[in-house]
C-alpha cells in the first residue's frame, strides 16, 4: 500500500431517519415510460443545485492486521456512513463475503446504515454483470468471474433513483474490462457499481460510478489503471447515449490506488488530462495534511492501516500546503459542474484518532458538487 495517514477533526452532521419503500423496476417503468416517451429522443436536462459526495473504501471482512475484526469494525463503518451527511456514497472493499451477521458484507452494511435512511440502487440481476453463473434449471454453477468490490449508497430523503428515457436498467454492475477492454485479466475482473440518480433538490440527474482499482505496482497492473483512467469518459458518453440520458453529467467516487509523488502519470493524471474535475482543487478544503489512507513508513512497524494517530504532513518548501497523499478520490465529469468543498473526514481525540470511527485502514472523503 502506498504512503497514507488521515485525520480530520470531528464534524458533526445531522443526519434524518427515514423509512424507505424501494419499488422494483419494472413498476417504476411502468409509471414513468409514459410520461418520458414524449421527449425520449431529447437528452435529459440537468437542474441546478448542490449535493455531497463520498467514498469510501470500509476494508474487506478480513481486513489486515493490526485491524480489529469486522465484527468490531461493522458499527464504526456505519457511524461514519450514516454521520456524514453526504447525499450519494461511493463504496469499496465492500465485498460479497459472509460475514457473521449476514450472507455479504454489503448486505451488512446496507441493513446497519438503513436507519439512517440510506438504501442501494435496484437493479435486476440481468443488470449485474457480476452474477454467477446458472445452469438451465437455475442452479449455480460458479463463482463470480468478478472481484466484488464496489457499491453504491444514496440518501433516499435527498436523492432517488431515475428511469431513464429507453427503459433500460438504470442502475448495474459492469467489470472494469467493459469500460477498458484488453487491460490485464486480474485488473479487467475488478466490479464497477454506477446509478442514474438526481437530487430531490433539482441536481441532477447523473451517473454515479464507484470503482475500486487493483493495487498491484507492477507495470502492467499501472498501465491497466492509466487505461481505464482514459477510457471512462468513452464510456458514460457511451452509457449516456443507450440511455437516452445525453449531456448528463457523472460523478466518480474510486480507491484508485494511485497517487502523484510515486505515479505522477497515474491513472489520476489521465482522469484530469481527459477532462474529469478533481474535488481536491476546491477553493475551500478541509484535512488535505491528512492522507486518504493509513499506510506510511513513518508510522512504524506494526502500525499500517490502523496506527494509534494518524501521520500529519507538514508544509515544506517542496509541499508548501501540507498536501498528504491520497489514492481515493472524487471527480466530476460533465459541462458546467463545480466544486465546492473537499473533506477528508478523519475523527480525534486530541491527535489519537476516536477509535469509535476508526473504522478502516482508509478515511472516508467528501466533496459537494454543484450542477448547472
Same mark, same amino acid.
Request: hydrophobic share 40%.
Given at each position: 500500500?502506498p504512503?497514507?495517514?488521515?485525520?480530520?477533526?470531528?464534524? +458533526?452532521?445531522?443526519?434524518?431517519?427515514?423509512?424507505?419503500?424501494?419499488?422494483?423496476?419494472?413498476?417504476?417503468?411502468? *409509471?414513468?415510460?409514459?410520461?418520458?416517451?414524449?421527449?425520449? &429522443?431529447?437528452?435529459?436536462?440537468?437542474?441546478?443545485?448542490?449535493?455531497?459526495?463520498?467514498?469510501?473504501?470500509?476494508? !474487506?471482512?478480513?481486513?489486515?492486521?493490526?485491524?480489529?475484526?469486522?465484527d468490531?469494525?461493522?458499527?464504526?463503518?456505519?457511524? @461514519?456512513?450514516?454521520?456524514?451527511?453526504?447525499?450519494?456514497?461511493?463504496?469499496?472493499?465492500?465485498?460479497?463475503?459472509?460475514?457473521? &451477521?449476514?450472507?455479504?458484507?454489503?448486505?451488512?452494511?446496507?441493513?446497519?446504515?438503513?436507519?439512517?435512511? #440510506?438504501?442501494?440502487?435496484?437493479?435486476?440481476?440481468?443488470?449485474?454483470?457480476?452474477?454467477?453463473?446458472?445452469?438451465?434449471?437455475?442452479?449455480?454453477?460458479g463463482?463470480?468471474?468478478?472481484?466484488?468490490?464496489?457499491? $453504491?449508497?444514496?440518501?433516499?430523503?435527498?436523492?432517488?433513483?431515475?428511469?431513464?428515457?429507453?427503459?433500460? =436498467?438504470?442502475?448495474?454492475?459492469?467489470?472494469?474490462?467493459?469500460?477498458a477492454?484488453?487491460?490485464?485479466?486480474?485488473?479487467?475482473?475488478?466490479?464497477?457499481?454506477?446509478?442514474? $440518480?438526481?437530487?430531490?433538490?433539482?441536481?441532477? =440527474?447523473?451517473?454515479a460510478?464507484?470503482? /475500486?482499482l487493483?493495487?498491484?505496482?507492477?507495470?502492467?497492473?499501472?498501465?491497466?489503471?492509466?487505461?481505464v483512467?482514459?477510457?471512462?469518459?468513452?464510456?458514460?458518453?457511451?452509457?449516456n447515449s *443507450?440511455?437516452?440520458?445525453?449531456?448528463?453529467?457523472? *460523478?466518480?467516487?474510486?480507491?484508485?490506488?494511485?497517487? %502523484?509523488?510515486?505515479?505522477?502519470?497515474?491513472?489520476?493524471?489521465? $482522469?484530469t488530462?481527459a477532462?474529469?474535475?478533481?474535488? /481536491?482543487? %476546491?477553493?475551500?478544503?478541509?484535512?488535505?495534511?491528512?492522507?486518504?489512507?493509513?499506510y506510511?513508513?513513518?508510522?512504524?512497524?506494526?502500525?499500517?492501516?490502523f496506527?494509534?494517530? =494518524? #501521520? !500529519?504532513?507538514?508544509?515544506?518548501? !517542496?509541499?508548501?500546503?501540507?498536501?498528504?497523499?491520497r489514492?481515493?478520490?472524487?471527480m466530476? #465529469?460533465?459541462?458546467?459542474?463545480?466544486?465546492?468543498?473537499?473533506? +477528508?473526514? @478523519?475523527?480525534? &481525540?486530541?491527535?489519537?484518532?476516536?477509535?469509535?470511527?476508526?473504522?478502516?485502514? /482508509?478515511?472516508?472523503? !467528501?466533496?459537494?458538487?454543484?450542477?448547472?
Amino acid at each position: 500500500m502506498p504512503e497514507h495517514g488521515c485525520t480530520s477533526e470531528r464534524v +458533526v452532521s445531522h443526519v434524518r431517519s427515514r423509512l424507505v419503500l424501494i419499488r422494483p423496476l419494472a413498476t417504476l417503468v411502468s *409509471i414513468v415510460v409514459p410520461i418520458l416517451l414524449v421527449t425520449s &429522443t431529447q437528452p435529459v436536462k440537468a437542474a441546478s443545485g448542490n449535493l455531497v459526495f463520498a467514498t469510501f473504501n470500509v476494508c !474487506k471482512v478480513a481486513c489486515a492486521a493490526p485491524a480489529p475484526s469486522w465484527d468490531i469494525r461493522r458499527d464504526r463503518v456505519a457511524r @461514519v456512513i450514516s454521520e456524514s451527511g453526504a447525499d450519494v456514497v461511493g463504496l469499496q472493499e465492500a465485498t460479497n463475503n459472509p460475514t457473521t &451477521t449476514a450472507k455479504t458484507q454489503v448486505a451488512d452494511i446496507q441493513t446497519l446504515v438503513a436507519p439512517a435512511g #440510506y438504501v442501494s440502487p435496484f437493479f435486476t440481476v440481468d443488470s449485474n454483470e457480476c452474477r454467477r453463473p446458472r445452469d438451465a434449471q437455475g442452479e449455480l454453477t460458479g463463482p463470480s468471474p468478478c472481484d466484488n468490490s464496489a457499491a $453504491l449508497l444514496f440518501r433516499a430523503a435527498t436523492v432517488e433513483q431515475v428511469t431513464t428515457p429507453t427503459g433500460l =436498467p438504470s442502475a448495474g454492475i459492469v467489470q472494469v474490462g467493459a469500460i477498458a477492454p484488453g487491460i490485464d485479466a486480474v485488473s479487467a475482473a475488478r466490479s464497477v457499481a454506477w446509478a442514474y $440518480l438526481q437530487g430531490k433538490n433539482g441536481a441532477g =440527474p447523473f451517473l454515479a460510478i464507484s470503482l /475500486h482499482l487493483d493495487s498491484n505496482k507492477d507495470v502492467i497492473a499501472e498501465s491497466s489503471r492509466i487505461a481505464v483512467g482514459q477510457a471512462l469518459g468513452g464510456w458514460v458518453n457511451w452509457m449516456n447515449s *443507450i440511455q437516452g440520458m445525453g449531456g448528463t453529467p457523472a *460523478i466518480l467516487m474510486a480507491d484508485l490506488n494511485s497517487y %502523484a509523488k510515486r505515479q505522477p502519470n497515474g491513472v489520476q493524471m489521465a $482522469l484530469t488530462s481527459a477532462g474529469w474535475v478533481d474535488a /481536491h482543487s %476546491a477553493r475551500l478544503r478541509r484535512n488535505i495534511q491528512y492522507s486518504t489512507i493509513n499506510y506510511n513508513p513513518r508510522l512504524g512497524e506494526g502500525s499500517q492501516g490502523f496506527p494509534a494517530a =494518524p #501521520y !500529519k504532513f507538514q508544509k515544506t518548501k !517542496k509541499n508548501p500546503k501540507g498536501e498528504a497523499t491520497r489514492i481515493d478520490y472524487i471527480m466530476g #465529469y460533465g459541462t458546467g459542474l463545480r466544486v465546492i468543498d473537499y473533506e +477528508v473526514v @478523519v475523527y480525534l &481525540t486530541g491527535k489519537a484518532f476516536n477509535t469509535d470511527y476508526q473504522a478502516s485502514d /482508509h478515511q472516508m472523503v !467528501k466533496a459537494t458538487f454543484a450542477f448547472p
